[in-house]
Nanobody, 119 residues
Framework: QVQLVESGGGVVQAGGSLSLSCAASGSIDSINTMAWYRQAPGKQRELVAIITSGGSTNYADSVKGRFTISRDNAKNTAKNTVYLQVNSLKPEDTAVYYC?????????WGKGTLVTVSS
């Protein structure tokens, strides 16, 4: 089992920044892909950014150039952390942001952290 705990959400004005973190614990060996998704009120959950164990990244078009995903999967630790730096926030970025991990094809989700961007 893998447990994912997000942190860093909050209320910010348009144009502001936040740093989101997701700490993975439990059976974290061989976690391949980690990612951030988001779900706005009344909308489907969508992929924001993804990073592989090798460090390859990909972003949704709507966040390219504003969001940066990174990962700390240092060996010999009990945690594997993925980060999302979100800059130049817009009101349409308001959503619950969820952490995702894929380990041997099993998908794990965190409970989410709320980001609210005021205009």
């Amino acid at each position: 089992q893998v447990q994912l705990v997000e942190s860093g959400g909050g209320v910010v004005q348009a144009g502001g920044s936040l740093s989101l973190s997701c700490a993975a614990s439990g059976s974290i060996d061989s976690i391949n892909t980690m990612a951030w998704y988001r779900q706005a009120p009344g909308k489907q959950r969508e992929l924001v950014a993804i990073i592989t164990s090798g460090g390859s990244t990909n972003y949704a078009d709507s966040v390219k150039g504003r969001f940066t995903i990174s990962r700390d999967n240092a060996k010999n630790t009990a945690k594997n952390t993925v980060y999302l730096q979100v800059n130049s926030l817009k009101p349409e970025d308001t959503a619950v942001y969820y952490c995702y991990a894929n380990r041997f094809g099993y998908i794990y989700w965190g409970k989410g952290t709320l980001v609210t961007v005021s205009s």
